[in-house]
């Protein structure tokens, strides 16, 4: 592996570094893999699509925990409080959670890059489509069953809505801790930008099934950094065992194969 520019990481790196991602560059056989680099000047407006409709009810919100690869908020999706419709999307999809992927500093960290730019962290709002499935482990198998919000986090002023998060980490520290967490409206980390950029992927962790309709926002929010310090200091490992830093829970960029990413502006 020669590393042309090591601050710039590319795919042989964390190949190589990369102990995480144990699994396939890939899935045998997959076409709609994610996360993909979205090269700004390739990407086509589509005049036809709808800006995104964003309704969270902040009640539905239930508990923040560590599940050994990210931190997560969980949502009680049963039923359609919490919501998001339009944009590339045919049905309304119900919000089960949010997560994010950061990396060790801040050069890299981000699942998706814009013009093979990495930002420190991105976030995912994760919704499924309770519409045409009766449950979210079904819709997790269908190729329209999952819509992902995808929103760039950069260094920069201070994020007041997510201290409230960041204040809750040091008691989920550990992999598999989890604390209530009563209110909190994820809008509040979406940006009001309405740009984004829509394609066909996948998960990007197992089991990578190739049901998300992933919804890119153009516009990142900024954080200072300590808060990114903070997700720097949960944990993979469980209370007792070697500690081993929460970082880097990013996968490699995937190949575009046959596909376009649209854009919703010009
Ligand atoms: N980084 S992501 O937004 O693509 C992502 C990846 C995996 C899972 N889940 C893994 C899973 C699903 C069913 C069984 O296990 C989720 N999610 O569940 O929101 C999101
Ligand atoms: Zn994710």
């Known amino acids: 592996f020669t590393f042309s520019n090591i601050s710039e990481p590319d795919s042989s790196f964390f190949l190589l570094v990369h102990p995480l991602w144990q699994s396939p560059l890939s899935i045998p056989g997959g076409t709609r893999q994610s996360p993909i680099n979205i090269q700004w000047r390739d990407s086509v407006y ?9 309704s969270y009810d902040p009640s539905t919100c239930l508990h923040i925990w560590n599940n050994g690869y990210s ?3 969980e949502f009680d999706d049963s039923t359609d409080k919490s919501i998001i419709m339009g944009g590339p999307l045919e049905n309304q ?3 089960k959670q949010f997560h994010f992927h950061w990396g060790a500093i801040n050069e890299w960290g981000s699942e998706h890059t814009v013009d093979s730019k990495f930002y420190p ?20 198998m269908e190729g329209n069953g999952l819509a992902v919000i995808g929103v760039f986090l950069k260094l920069g002023k201070h ?3 997510l201290q409230t998060l960041v204040d809750a980490l040091p008691a989920i520290k550990h992999k598999d801790t989890i604390i209530e967490f009563d209110v909190f409206d994820p809008s509040c980390l979406i940006p ?6 829509t394609y066909a992927g996948s998960l990007t962790t197992p089991p990578l099934t190739e049901s998300v309709t992933w919804i890119i926002k153009k516009k990142p929010i900024e954080v200072d950094e300590n ?19 929460m970082v880097d829970n990013f996968r490699p960029l995937q ?3 046959d596909r376009t990413v649209r854009s919703s502006f010009q």
């Open 159 to 161: 994020h007041e809505g």
């Open 192 to 197: 009001s930008c309405p740009d984004y950029w």
């Open 227 to 245: 808060q990114l310090e903070a997700f720097r200091m949960l944990l993979f490992t469980s209370d007792g065992e070697e500690e081993k830093r």
């Open 121 to 140: 962290a991105e976030l995912h709002l994760v919704h499924w489509n309770a519409v045409v499935y009766p449950t979210f482990e079904e819709a997790v």
């Open 93 to 95: 999809y119900r919000l």
């Open 46 to 54: 589509d005049p036809f699509l709808k800006p995104l409709k964003i």
């Open 71 to 73: 931190f997560l908020v």
């Open 255 to 257: 190949p575009l194969m």
